[in-house]
C-alpha cells in the first residue's frame, strides 16, 4: 500500500480528512480504507458534486417553458375499439417468443416501514401472508403461462434485480430460501448497482466509521451504469431479448411485463415508454410528465409554482396530470445506446439526508436533521434521448389506493398521439389507476403509502374482480355484502377481505368457472390448485349454497 501516494491525491482533491484516524486502525481496517479511497475517482466525485449543486441551487421554474398534453389528442379505449385486444395480442406473443424481460429497481431498504430488510421481502398482511417479492415472482409464473395457452409457444421472461450494496446479500438469501417462488434460479439474475460517497454541504465526504466511508446508492438512475459495468445488457442481448419493462419494488399491484403496455408500445414503434397517473390533487408531491421546450420529460413538483400545478383545462382537469409512477418500457437497442453514448450526459440530483459520521473526537454521530447529502440519478432521465416515446397514462380508478369503492369495473385505456418540436412522436395511453398502482413507503403511522394502504387496495381491487365474474359475497348471518361495502369503524379493517392468487389470475381473468353464481364470506383467500393441494390456507375459501 503506497499511503503517501494515496495521501497526495486525497489531498489534491480536498478529501486529506478520510485518513484522519489512519494511524488507530487495524491492519485490516487500514487494508479496506485502502482500497476503497484507492479505487474511487476524486476528481469524478468533486465534478459531480459541484454540478450537482450547481444545478439544485438554480431556483429557477420551469413554468414557462412547460408545455402539457394537449386534451384534443386524448381518446378512450372504448372509441379505440379492437385495438385493445390486439395489443394484448400482441404483447402475449412477444412474451411466448421469449423477447420479453422484466427488470425490478429493488435498492432501497425498509428503514421507512421501521425494518431492517429489504421492501421485497416485506409482508403486508395479506390472508396468504405473501411478501412482494413472491406476489411479483408469480405474476411473472401466471403470465408465462397465460402466453403458452394463447400461442402454444413457452417463452421465458427472465427477471432482473438491481440491488445495493445494502440488498444484494439478504436478497439472494431470501431467493435461494424460498427456492425462487417456483421460478428457474438462472432466469433470476441479480445485480448491484454502484454506490456514491456520502458528502457534506462543503462537498467534504463523510467517514461512516473510521475505516469506512459513508457510501449510497446512485439512485434509480443508476441503473444505466450498471447494466454496462455489470454485463447485463450483454445477457440480455444473449438471451435474444428485444423489450424491456423496468418498476420500482415497492408497487403491490404492478402488473409485470404488462403485455397490453407491451403490445402498445410496439404497436407505437417506441423505443421508450412509461406509464403515468392523473395525480389525485394539484400539490401531489409526484412528478409530472409533459414537454418542456418540445422535449418530453419528468418535471419534479419541486420545479413548478402553485398557480402552475393549479392550473386547468375547461373541463376541470389538471393541465399538468400525468403523475410519473416509475413504470417504463424500453427496448434493449435503446438502453444500449443510452449506456454506450449517454450515460454520462445524465445529471446528478441532490438528496439532503442524515447521515451517520464520526466526529473530530473519533465517535460515531447519528444526527437528526439533515447533515449531507446524496448524490443519485432519476431513471427517467433518459426520457429525451428517445426517438419515439410512449407513455401509458393510468387513472386513479385503476392504480392507486381508492378513495372509494366502485361497483363495477371497467378498464379503460386513452390514446394520446402528441409531436414535439423537433417532430418526436409522443402516444399515452391511459387506464385505471387504482389496479396498478399502490406504493409501499411508509410505516402504518403514515398517513399514506403504508403496510395498510397496500393491503387495502389489493383487497378493493380483488374483490372487484370476483363481483365482476360473477360472485357475491354475504356476512356471516346471510345477508347481502352491496357491491360498495360501507366502510368499518376500524379504518384498519377493509370491508371485505379478498385475495386472489397470482397464480390463479394475473389480472381478473379466468374467475367465472371459480366465483360465478357463488357466495363468499369474508375473508376469502382464491389460490391455484397447486396451492390448495400444498396447504390448506387458514382463511375461509368458497361457500356455496
Not at 146 to 157: F, L, P, Q, S, V
Not at 170 to 189: A, S
Not at 207 to 217: E, F, H, I, M, Y
Request: with cysteine.
Amino acid at each position: 500500500m503506497d499511503v503517501d501516494l494515496l495521501r497526495s491525491d486525497l489531498r489534491t482533491h480536498g478529501q486529506e480528512h478520510l485518513l484522519r484516524y489512519w494511524d488507530q486502525l487495524t491492519e485490516e481496517q487500514q487494508h479496506s480504507l485502502y482500497q476503497d479511497l484507492s479505487n474511487t475517482d476524486w476528481a469524478r466525485i468533486n465534478r459531480c458534486f459541484q454540478e450537482a449543486m450547481k444545478e439544485s441551487n438554480n431556483e429557477s421554474k420551469l413554468d414557462d417553458l412547460m408545455q402539457p398534453i394537449h386534451p384534443d389528442k386524448v381518446g378512450s379505449v372504448t372509441r379505440a375499439g379492437k385495438e385493445l385486444a390486439l395489443w394484448n395480442e400482441e404483447g402475449l406473443k412477444q412474451i411466448s417468443e421469449g423477447s420479453v424481460c422484466v427488470l425490478l429497481l429493488a435498492g432501497g431498504q425498509g428503514t421507512r416501514l421501521g425494518v431492517t430488510f429489504p421492501k421485497g421481502m416485506f409482508n403486508v398482511g395479506l390472508p396468504s401472508q405473501k411478501t412482494l417479492y413472491q406476489l411479483q415472482a408469480e405474476r411473472i409464473l401466471k403470465l408465462q403461462k397465460m402466453a403458452y395457452e394463447h400461442t402454444g409457444k413457452h417463452g421465458i421472461i427472465p427477471w432482473y434485480i438491481m440491488t445495493s450494496e445494502a440488498t444484494q446479500g439478504q436478497t439472494e438469501t431470501f431467493f435461494k430460501e424460498n427456492h425462487y417462488f417456483g421460478l428457474d434460479k438462472e432466469n433470476v439474475v441479480l445485480f448491484e448497482q454502484s454506490t456514491l460517497p456520502a458528502l457534506m454541504f462543503d462537498g467534504k465526504v463523510i467517514l461512516d466509521q473510521k475505516w469506512k466511508v459513508a457510501r449510497a446508492p446512485d439512485g434509480n438512475g443508476g441503473l444505466y451504469r450498471a447494466l454496462g459495468e455489470r454485463k447485463i445488457l450483454d445477457d440480455m442481448a444473449r438471451r435474444q431479448l428485444k423489450y424491456v419493462h423496468v418498476y420500482c419494488v415497492d408497487n403491490i399491484l404492478v402488473k409485470m411485463a404488462d403485455p397490453v403496455f407491451i403490445g402498445f408500445c410496439i404497436s407505437k414503434d417506441a423505443d421508450c415508454g412509461a406509464k403515468v397517473v392523473q395525480k389525485a390533487y394539484p400539490t401531489e408531491p409526484v412528478g409530472v410528465v409533459c414537454r418542456v421546450n418540445g422535449v418530453y420529460q419528468v418535471v419534479e413538483y419541486s420545479e413548478i409554482t402553485l398557480k402552475t400545478a393549479e392550473k386547468r383545462n375547461p373541463d376541470g382537469n389538471l393541465v399538468f396530470n400525468a403523475g410519473n409512477i416509475c413504470n417504463h418500457f424500453f427496448t434493449l437497442e435503446f438502453l444500449k445506446t443510452v449506456v454506450s453514448e449517454h450515460e454520462v450526459e445524465l445529471k446528478h440530483h441532490i438528496a439532503k439526508k442524515k447521515i451517520a459520521f464520526v466526529d473530530e473526537l473519533g465517535e460515531r454521530i447519528k444526527p437528526d436533521k439533515p447533515n449531507g447529502i446524496k448524490m443519485e440519478k432519476f431513471v427517467f432521465d433518459v426520457f429525451q434521448f428517445s426517438r419515439n416515446f410512449a407513455v401509458l397514462e393510468v387513472v386513479r380508478k385503476d392504480e392507486f389506493s381508492p378513495v372509494k369503492n366502485k361497483s363495477s369495473y371497467h378498464p379503460q385505456y386513452r390514446l394520446v398521439k402528441q409531436w414535439s418540436q423537433n417532430n418526436t412522436k409522443f402516444a399515452m395511453f391511459e387506464v385505471l389507476r387504482e389496479d396498478e398502482f399502490s406504493p409501499l413507503k411508509n410505516s402504518d403511522s403514515a398517513e399514506k403509502d403504508t403496510p395498510t394502504t397496500a393491503r387495502h387496495a389489493l383487497f378493493n381491487l380483488h374483490h372487484r374482480w370476483v363481483l365482476l365474474a360473477g360472485g357475491s359475497f354475504i356476512e356471516e348471518d346471510g345477508t347481502a355484502i352491496p357491491p360498495i361495502p360501507s366502510r368499518k369503524e376500524d379504518v384498519n379493517e377493509y370491508p371485505v377481505v379478498c385475495e386472489v392468487s397470482p397464480l390463479l389470475s394475473y389480472g381478473g381473468e379466468g374467475l367465472e368457472e371459480h366465483v360465478n353464481g357463488k357466495e363468499f364470506k369474508s375473508p376469502l383467500l382464491l389460490l391455484s390448485t397447486t396451492e390448495q393441494n400444498d396447504k390448506e390456507p387458514d382463511v375461509k375459501k368458497i361457500r356455496e349454497d
